[in-house]
Each structure stands twice: as C-alpha cells, then as structure tokens.
C-alpha cells in the first residue's frame, strides 16, 4: 500500500541531502502536499498524486543547483545577522541574552573553587569542570524548548546529586578512582544534557539520533571556537608585552575560565539556531576521515604484523588505542546519524563497514592487552575501566558490523542499525555511572 508520509517525507531527506536548508525544504513540501491535494481531488489516487506533483516541481538536481545560487551568497549573513521576522528577531534576542547572562553566571561558579584554596591545574578544578558549563547548557536548552517545570527541576535534581557525591567522596593516594570520575563524569552528565535537548521524546529513537548529531555539531563547533579563544589569549598577552604590561594573570585567573564557559555556551547556542546551514558541513568531515582513519588503522596492525612489535607491555598503547577506538566510534556513529534513511547503499556505506570490521580488530588486540597487563600486574581501577569500556565497546562495533551485514543483504533497512545504536547509548550511562560512583567505594576512594 502507497504510504503518502513516507514517500514525502523521503523526497525531503533526498532535497536535505543536496544541500537545500531546512527553511526550503519546509516550503517545497508544502507545495509538494498542495499539489498532491489538488490532484486526488481531482480524481486520481495518492500515488499517482504524487508522482506527478513531484515532476512538475522538476529535477531534484536543478531545484538544488537553483537554490544553491540563491542562498549561497547569503550564507554568512543567515549565519550572522538576524531574521526579518519580527518574532523571530525578537525570540533570538532574548536567547542571545540568555547566553551571555548564563556564561557570566558558568564563569563565576568556575571561579568557585578559588575559594578553598584550588586553582584552575587543581585536580578538584577538573573533577567539577562538568558543573561550571552542563547544568547552564541544560537551562539553556529546556528554555528554547519551552520544557515542562518537572524536566527541569528534575535535571537539576541530578546535578545537585551529582555535584554532592563527587565532592563528598573522599580521594586518597594514587588518586585513580578521582581521575576515572574526572574523565566518566562530563560523559555522564553530558548525556543528561541530551535529555534538556530532547525533551519528552528522549526515550525515542529519532530523538537520540538527533541528540547525537547535535553532540558532532558541537564538537566541531566548539573546537573551531576554542581554538579562536586561544589565538586571542596570545593576542592579549603579545601587544601586552609590547607595552612592558604583563597579562598573563589577567588571561589564566579570568579570560581562560569566562571565555570557555561561553564558547561552551554559544556553540550550542550556534549549532540550534542555524542548525540547517551546519548540518551541510560536518557530515562532509565524517566522510574524508572515515578512509583516512580506515588506512591509518590498516597500516599500524600491518607494520604490527610485519615487525612483530608487541603491545602488550606499553601502558602509552592502551591510552592511545582507547582514544582512537574513541574517535573511530565517533566518526561511525556521525556518519550513522548524519545519513539519510532512506538513501540507498553508498560507498560510504561500505566504507563505514571497513572502518568497523578493523575497528573490531584493534579492540580485540587492546582487549588482550588488557587481559594480560591484569594477569601480570593484578587488578586496578584504570585496568578494569579500561576492560569495561573495551568490552563495550567491542559488543557495539560487532553489533554494528552485523547490522550492516543484514542491511547489505537487504534483510532489514538502515532504521534499524539506527534504533540499535541510539538504544544503546544507555549502555554507556550505565558504564559511565559504575565508573563515576561505584569504582571509588569499590576500590576504596584510592
């Protein structure tokens, strides 16, 4: 049976996909629907409706060629300057003002633990770094999307809670279960933050996969700002010293805190407001390092193989493998997100598989890593948390390879490797969880 929605609904991916903003898309389907209506009035089904209203809007091609000429030359000002719509004009000034208030208020609870004596290098800085910038991004965010009273006082709830058990856990020498929770926490409380940006829908899987292209906007985003913060911190300080006035107090005691709680902030701020002109960037980013991560592995295990080097007793490989497996992970779960639904198989598809498949390989290789530094040295927070993450980490990529597998197949369609991973992101707060507020007690604050 012709399923009108989706069939509209796929030809607005396909028009998002050639690079249309959303603003357009929006547009053209409403044309689209008019059309189908006027033409099953008329007499004829839905599905002849359709095709014909779909050729008399023409080549998908040309309208995105033809739209593309339009707006081109206007991106910077739809990036920068305000709408012509009066209301519109009028609500992003208030977020724009909501922003600036929020960092000031982030900065000058950064700036809390120089009360008790802790500086910006402190370990307690570091352990508390999610709740100078997460619980404003959290506001920030329920408030653009006018969220209910009782999501807001809950997620503030758990960063209260949060917040209390971290610092009242007391921490002794070596300090591995507090650097374990300086690293698991920002992951944790982070994906509390998908649930401010979320909403009610966060148990849903187009929801989640949302949240999880707004996490690889932000990143991109954030890394663009923060190294423009950076270049203006060693502004400041050089035509300082120009003039024999030293300030480099002034950039680390009050510019490097205020200035990165507010990239933290406007970047989301950015990636919400023009978030159909972003979208058209990072996923091009995922595809040239997608085969650019595939060879760097492919070639590391083959001079692995060839010089027979063993990893085994480098304690540097499993911190750089973790961290690469990381951003592998990464990459894999963007271009997931970032692909359209209803497309068919690509050669970033295949190439997405590739990077899995030897994905799996080097997880496997830092799993024995692993096993054998336990077996050797005993057990530790930093070798258990390792395991954990690898463990997961692994069930994940072999999940994801066998989706693609059946999807190549064409025994299930894309949506389903989609639901999987975005329900599986639970599996990680778990972890994260365990690791943040079991590992310390179990390993008794050490």
Known sequence: MFDLEHNVKSWGDYLRSKGLSETDVVELESHLL?????????????????????????????????YSKINTENLWKHLLVDSTD????????????????????????????YLFGADVGSIVFFKNISFYVLPFIAYFLTTKHSSTMKLRWSLLGVFAVMCMIINFYPSYEPYHTEILTTIHLPLLLWLVTGVAYMGKDWRTSKARMDFLRFTGECVIYGSLLMLGLMVLMMFTIMIFQSISIELEWFVEDHLIIYGGTAVALITVYLVGAKKSVVENFAPILAK????????????????????????????????????????????????????????????????????????????????????????????????????????????????????????????????????????????????FAIVVLVFPIVFHFR
């Open 288 to 431: 040239i390092f997608s085969p650019l991560f595939l060879l760097t592995m492919l070639a590391f295990l083959s001079v692995m193989v060839i010089t027979r080097t063993s990893p085994f007793m480098e304690r540097e490989f499993l911190i750089g493998f973790d961290l690469l497996l990381g951003v592998v992970l990464g990459i894999v779960l963007y271009t997931i997100s970032a692909r359209n639904l209803y497309e068919k198989q690509t050669i970033f598809d295949y190439l997405n598989t590739a990077l899995i498949a030897v994905a799996i390989i080097v997880d496997c290789v830092a799993l024995s890593a692993i096993v054998f530094r336990l077996s050797e040295y005993g057990i530790t927070p930093n070798k258990l948390a390792a395991l954990g993450e690898n463990i997961l980490l692994l069930i994940n990529l072999i999940a994801l390879l066998v989706l693609y597998i059946r999807y190549f197949a064409s025994k299930i369609e894309f949506k389903r490797i989609e639901t999987w991973q975005t329900k599986y992101l639970t599996v990680y707060a778990i972890w």
């Open 34 to 66: 008019d059309q189908i209506d006027d033409l099953v009035n008329s007499g004829l089904s839905q599905e002849e409706a359709f095709i014909i209203s779909v050729k008399r809007l023409g080549n998908v091609n040309m309208i995105s060629e033809e």
């Open 86 to 113: 009066p209301t519109a004009k009028s609500r992003n000034r208030r977020q724009i003002l909501l922003v600036i208030l929020l960092s000031l208020l982030a900065g000058t609870t950064a700036k809390i633990p």
